[in-house]
């Protein structure tokens, strides 16, 4: 039982073991920490050995254990806001140049994660088009994902025909899916609906909601509802990166769980199956990143050209600003670039301007991804009213 992730988050695997053993695991929990510190992978986990009936074994091969090791399961609901495109292009990437048992097993989980919020669930009572447009392309995925499962790869050219054809359908779910910050009030409606129906048998359901801390009031009231009196047999995993965020009522009636950054080796240990020979990286969220089509380097190069304005109280041109938003825009890293313009931030400026303009940094972002601003607009903005608080 967990076995597989003791040697990365040690201390909640083995809390985790204990409590499901003597029967005292919590039907709410709260798993906060760092992103890639494995907070997804430990609440499937979870629910992989809570849904056995042969006592969770890590080698188990029962029908629910086989259904989890591919995620075809449907007693369990993710309602995510993380970057799924960057996981699952690494992984369609490694596939691509490995084509091995580990890689394709690696797509396949990577990509089920994200279709697991287009869970029937979900998708009941009236939709907007493009709801049911982005539900349908989601379906046309899954299916292609089954053919993956099964077909035969022998060579470098099968593998690269497999990745291309799923590039191409996950292009029209990603540009369909609309991005929700989180929660929706609909949502919690449909999962209330869900949770309270009657299951055959004795099967549990699980409801893995992330990044709680940006739920408007709305889903926030309705979902503490379900806190309070969950229905029986249903767990409730709450993913944080910012979990005191999260209001007083709801942290109230969870058990927590801390989930730190892994360390250096086990971020090595992680990824000795990708064979990147002498290839190293601080964090899984830079290999991700990276491995998604980010530039890094460059990135990083961008958001200390903002700070280095700032700093210096000289503003940039209208026209250099237009260009590197452009940059960020085409890699889609305006929460990697914030990130790095506030660590940027911590090394050049004095702590009582540190501590505003961070603040501000945050405050902005917050804001931009609870009410799905334009990003590009949020930035350019972001910096204008950095050059005023300086």
Same mark, same amino acid.
């Given at each position: 039982?967990?076995?597989?992730?003791?040697?990365?988050?040690?201390?909640?695997?083995e809390q985790l073991q204990d409590q499901i053993t003597s029967g005292t695991l919590?039907?709410?929990?709260?798993?906060?920490?760092?992103?890639?510190?494995?907070?997804?992978?430990?609440?499937?986990?979870?629910?992989?050995?809570?849904?056995?009936?042969?006592?969770?074994?890590?080698?188990?091969?029962?029908?629910?254990?086989?259904?989890?090791?591919?995620?075809?399961?449907?007693?369990?609901?993710?309602?995510?806001?993380?970057?799924?495109?960057?996981?699952?292009?690494?992984?369609?990437?490694?596939?691509?140049?490995?084509?091995?048992?580990?890689?394709?097993?690696?797509?396949?989980?990577?990509?089920?994660?994200?279709?697991?919020?287009?869970?029937?669930?979900?998708?009941?009572?009236?939709?907007?088009?493009?709801?049911?447009?982005?539900?349908?392309?989601?379906?046309?995925?899954?299916?292609?994902l089954v053919d993956f499962a099964r077909m035969e790869i022998g060579n470098a050219?099968?593998?690269?025909?497999?990745?291309?054809?799923?590039?191409?359908?996950?292009?029209?779910?990603?540009?369909?899916?609309?991005?929700?910050?989180?929660?929706?009030?609909?949502?919690?409606?449909?999962?209330?609906?869900?949770?309270?129906?009657?299951?055959?048998?004795?099967?549990?359901?699980?409801?893995?909601?992330?990044?709680m801390e940006m739920t408007n009031s709305s889903a926030r009231n309705s979902l503490?509802?379900?806190?309070?009196?969950?229905?029986?047999?249903?767990?409730?995993?709450?993913?944080?990166?910012?979990?005191?965020?999260?209001?007083?009522?709801? /942290? =109230? @009636?969870?058990?927590?769980? #801390?989930?730190?950054?892994?360390?250096?080796?086990?971020?090595?240990? $992680? *990824? %000795?199956?990708?064979?990147?020979?002498?290839?190293?990286?601080?964090?899984?969220?830079?290999?991700?990143?990276?491995?998604?089509?980010?530039? /890094? =380097? @460059?990135?990083?190069?961008? #958001?200390?050209?903002?700070?280095?304005?700032?700093?210096?109280?000289? $503003? *940039? %041109?209208?026209?250099?600003?237009?260009?590197?938003?452009?940059?960020?825009?085409?890699?889609?890293?305006?929460?990697?670039?914030?990130?790095?313009?506030?660590?940027?931030?911590?090394?050049?400026?004095?702590?009582?301007?540190?501590?505003?303009?961070?603040?501000?940094?945050?405050?902005?972002?917050?804001?931009?991804?609870?009410?799905?601003?334009?990003?590009?607009?949020?930035?350019?903005?972001?910096?204008?009213?950095?050059?005023?608080?300086?």
């Amino acid at each position: 039982m967990f076995e597989a992730l003791k040697e990365y988050q040690r201390g909640v695997a083995e809390q985790l073991q204990d409590q499901i053993t003597s029967g005292t695991l919590s039907q709410v929990n709260l798993f906060g920490g760092s992103r890639y510190s494995l907070r997804m992978s430990f609440a499937l986990e979870t629910a992989r050995v809570l849904s056995c009936n042969q006592g969770g074994d890590d080698h188990c091969s029962c029908d629910s254990c086989r259904k989890f090791r591919n995620l075809t399961v449907s007693n369990v609901v993710i309602i995510s806001q993380r970057d799924h495109r960057s996981v699952i292009e690494t992984s369609l990437s490694t596939f691509e140049r490995l084509y091995n048992d580990f890689s394709r097993q690696f797509v396949i989980q990577s990509i089920r994660r994200m279709l697991l919020q287009y869970h029937p669930a979900l998708l009941s009572g009236t939709q907007t088009q493009s709801q049911n447009t982005a539900a349908a392309l989601a379906g046309q995925v899954n299916d292609l994902l089954v053919d993956f499962a099964r077909m035969e790869i022998g060579n470098a050219s099968q593998a690269k025909k497999a990745v291309k054809e799923m590039r191409s359908a996950l292009k029209g779910l990603f540009t369909a899916a609309k991005k929700n910050t989180t929660v929706t009030i609909s949502q919690v409606r449909a999962l209330e609906h869900w949770s309270g129906q009657t299951s055959m048998g004795d099967g549990k359901r699980f409801i893995i909601l992330e990044a709680m801390e940006m739920t408007n009031s709305s889903a926030r009231n309705s979902l503490l509802k379900m806190l309070e009196e969950p229905a029986k047999d249903t767990y409730f995993f709450l993913i944080s990166e910012y979990p005191n965020r999260i209001m007083q009522t709801i /942290l =109230s @009636r969870v058990r927590r769980y #801390a989930f730190p950054p892994l360390s250096r080796e086990a971020v090595g240990t $992680y *990824l %000795q199956p990708f064979y990147l020979h002498d290839k190293q990286y601080d964090s899984l969220e830079s290999f991700f990143l990276e491995g998604g089509g980010m530039d /890094l =380097s @460059r990135a990083t190069q961008i #958001a200390e050209l903002f700070v280095a304005s700032i700093q210096e109280q000289r $503003y *940039l %041109q209208s026209s250099e600003i237009a260009s590197l938003l452009k940059e960020v825009d085409d890699m889609q890293g305006y929460e990697f670039v914030l990130k790095a313009m506030l660590e940027s931030l911590r090394r050049v400026m004095p702590s009582r301007s540190l501590l505003a303009l961070s603040s501000l940094v945050n405050t902005t972002y917050n804001r931009a991804q609870l009410y799905n601003q334009n990003n590009r607009l949020m930035l350019e903005s972001l910096y204008y009213q950095m050059m005023e608080e300086a």
